[in-house]
């Protein structure tokens, strides 16, 4: 009776695993996704006229390859630069940003659209700043 028990356990236990599993390749998305490290970054206060730059760090966590078709800031104060090739499923790419705060004051949030064939297309992210007079 015991070993029959003990098997029965064994068998539910192993059918759970093959069930969590199943679970858990059905969640992954189909097809490619961009997964950020940050999605923002903020500089803090800044004197007018310095130029900031960051590079966000991107990687594509879908199951195909990651096409970024453009990147779009709100002003020509923003500057991307991006990866022109595929990205893999499993790869990372850097999207480089650069802020040039002349001729700006105060607060400043510049967005940064990311458009791509990802199941989001359209991601964003953004420099954040506040501009001080020199």
């Known amino acids: ?4 028990v003990l098997v029965m356990v ?7 695993v093959k069930a ?8 992954k998305a189909d097809g490619p996704v961009i997964s950020f490290s940050e999605k923002s970054k903020d ?17 594509n966590t879908g199951t195909a390859p990651l096409t970024i078709s453009n990147v779009a800031t709100t002003c020509g104060c923003t500057v991307p630069a991006w ?13 480089k940003v650069t802020f040039n705060s002349a001729g700006k004051m ?7 659209r990311i458009y791509s ?15 001080i007079p020199k």
């Open 1 to 4: 009776m015991r070993k029959l």
């Open 10 to 16: 064994m068998a539910m236990m192993a059918f759970a």
């Open 20 to 27: 969590q599993e199943k679970a858990q390749a059905m969640n």
């Open 43 to 59: 500089f803090g206060d800044i004197t007018q006229g310095t130029k900031v730059e960051h590079t966000f760090k991107l990687e």
């Open 83 to 95: 990866p022109k090739e595929p990205i893999l499923p499993g790869k990372s790419a850097d999207i």
């Open 106 to 112: 105060g607060k400043q949030n510049s967005i940064v």
């Open 117 to 131: 064939n990802a199941s989001e297309p359209i991601e964003k992210i953004s420099m954040i700043s506040n501009v």
